[in-house]
């Protein structure tokens, strides 16, 4: 074999590699972080407050798995306060696979979530509450076996 057809042999595979390169980036999924993410970042500032005054409490929601069950225990200092708000279970590998959940816990400032309703893998969890007229943010993220 001489050494042109060689050439034209690398020529070849290498715009086949190139070629493959581009069809296989062109139909990757991306998801952006969120859709409204100007909006989001309007939203930051306050989202900074909240998390301060989530900090001021002394401890934060601890977030447990347990059986087929994630249990949300909130601290004691507003555990018996009546609490409402909204749990995001945020995948950061594909975001069709997220949880929007609404906050009710019980009277002991707990709340069971069903493990069914989610897939192996990582989950950010943002917590958004707001108890006696004082709003709170809490974020960690959750593994799910």
């Keep these: 074999m001489s050494w042109g057809i060689k050439i034209t042999i690398l020529y070849v595979a290498f715009i086949g590699m190139i070629l493959f390169m581009v069809i296989r980036t062109m139909t990757e999924k991306v998801d952006l972080v969120t859709e409204d993410y100007y909006q989001k970042e309007l939203q930051f500032e ?12 002394g401890a934060n929601p601890s977030i447990t798995i347990q059986g087929d069950q994630i249990k949300i225990a909130f ?3 507003i555990a018996h306060q009546s609490v ?13 696979k ?8 019980n009277a002991n400032g707990q709340q069971e979530i069903e493990l069914s309703q989610f897939i192996k893998g990582l989950y950010q969890v943002k917590i958004n509450w707001t108890a ?11 593994t799910i076996p």
């Design 46 to 57: 306050q989202q900074i407050t909240q998390d301060n005054a989530a900090k001021n409490l």
């Design 75 to 77: 601290p004691d200092t």
């Design 84 to 96: 409402n708000g909204t749990i995001n279970f945020y995948r950061p590998s594909d975001s069709s």
């Design 98 to 105: 997220d949880v929007l959940l609404p906050l009710k816990p």
């Design 132 to 142: 006696a007229t004082q709003e709170y943010y809490y974020e960690t993220y959750l």
